[in-house]
């Protein structure tokens, strides 16, 4: 019977599901479970044990009052919504990041930046509210201090209400660095929440999952191409994997590292020694995980030659909103994405480090069809509204 379905659905055009698992016209049984292992979306909402208010509601308050906050940088000009803007997506729209300097990288959006497990395209801080002090500090960002944050979380009756509500102590009973790590933890609260929503191509997942042959003819043909270009010929998911698109490492992908007043940018080579060297690491002190787990990753990176060059592989979700692209800011736009690995200059590849990219060689319609699948990973989520109370509670 089983042979006599298959033979008639075969006639028909259509391929017979496996019994454990459904297929999409135009997929077979592998491609398809690689379709299902970029779900589902959205997540559990992301808890950092390393971070005692995480998930909290007040500390996520006051994480966004202080995200907001003109008066903790440098000139009392700059927040950090300056730099990630969420009407651009929590990013800029600019190649490369403009503080109180022009930077030497592109700046990240900060859709699910609460999944990530490394920061900074080289990965120079292992948690959320670590890397949430380095543009505080940073000179040419928003050149601030620890005692000029403290004294603003000290004098501002709103800010010190709400840290107390958070850390049950009043801010005039803490030192400034203390003051400073709880503003790093209270704005990392604050950015866990800001979580992409659903996609066309979660639809399309979803419906591959429970079978729904109608919900499945709704995707695109052209993404549905692309799509298989994607966990195919291009092998893009061997690196953007998983649910958030990305396998949260470093690679070298043959963009070039050099900055434009001279000098190059090593990227993880020097993420790994930033991280090993910061006081605000997780082998430190501030790290509130009791059980330590969260040291692990960070006690046992070494610093390898291979990592020379090598930048992190971003999250695509939302990438159609989120040009221009690279650690550099270098590609303006998918197209130029889709070219370069189509034209790949292997000889731009480190000699001693993984080589799994090969030029695709892709032909125009292919290119077509991966930018459709690509822009089928970016949501509709409307801009976003302060949530936060106009005095403390």
């Not at 953007?240 to 070298?252: I, Q, R, S, Y």
């Not at 430190?284 to 009791?290: I, L």
Request: proline fraction near 7%.
């Amino acid at each position: 019977m089983r042979a006599l379905l298959a033979t008639l659905a075969a006639a028909a055009g259509i391929l017979l599901a496996a019994p454990a698992v459904a297929q999409a016209p135009m997929l077979g049984e592998a491609e398809t479970r690689r379709v299902l292992a970029h779900g589902p979306w959205p997540p559990a909402p992301p808890h950092d044990p390393s971070n005692r208010v995480s998930g909290q509601p007040a500390a996520i308050a006051l994480g966004e009052r202080l995200f907001f906050d003109r008066r903790l940088s440098g000139d009392g000009a700059m927040a950090c919504d300056w730099c990630h803007d969420p009407a651009r997506d929590w990013s800029d729209g600019f190649a490369r990041g403009v503080g109180k300097a022009t930077l030497d990288r592109n700046t990240p959006a900060l859709w699910n930046v609460g999944l990530q497990r490394w920061f900074g395209w080289g990965g120079g801080h292992d948690s959320l509210w670590s890397q949430s002090l380095r543009p505080l500090l940073e000179p040419r960002e928003m050149g601030g201090s620890a005692a000029q944050v403290a004294a603003r979380v000290r004098g501002d009756a709103d800010l010190a209400c709400r840290y107390r509500q958070v850390f049950g102590q009043a801010p005039s009973s803490m030192d400034d660095t203390g003051l400073l790590i709880a503003t790093g933890k209270a704005l990392a609260a604050f950015q866990e929440t800001l979580v992409s929503g659903r996609t066309p191509f979660d639809d399309f997942r979803d419906a591959l999952a429970r079978g729904d042959a109608a919900a499945m003819a709704r995707y695109p043909q052209d993404a549905l191409r692309g799509l298989r270009i994607f966990i195919g010929k291009g092998s893009c998911s061997t690196c953007h994997v998983g649910p958030l698109f990305t396998n949260g490492e470093f690679a070298d992908i043959g963009v070039p590292f050099f900055l434009a007043r001279g000098g190059v940018d090593s990227g993880r080579h020097e993420g790994i020694r930033q991280v090993r060297g910061s006081a605000f690491n997780l082998l430190g002190p501030y790290n509130d995980d009791p059980g330590g787990a969260t040291r692990l990753r960070t006690r046992h990176v070494e610093l390898q030659h291979r990592n020379f060059g090598e930048f992190k592989v971003p999250s695509l979700r939302n990438v159609a909103r989120t040009a221009p692209y690279m650690h550099n800011g270098a590609l303006a736009d998918l197209r130029d994405v889709v070219r370069h690995y189509s034209e790949l200059n292997e000889d731009r590849l480190h000699a001693d480090g993984e080589r799994i990219l090969k030029p695709l060689r892709l032909d125009a319609g292919e290119t077509d069809d991966l930018i459709a699948f690509l822009s089928t990973l970016s949501d509709t989520t409307p801009p976003f509204r302060r949530r936060v109370a106009d005095t403390c509670p």
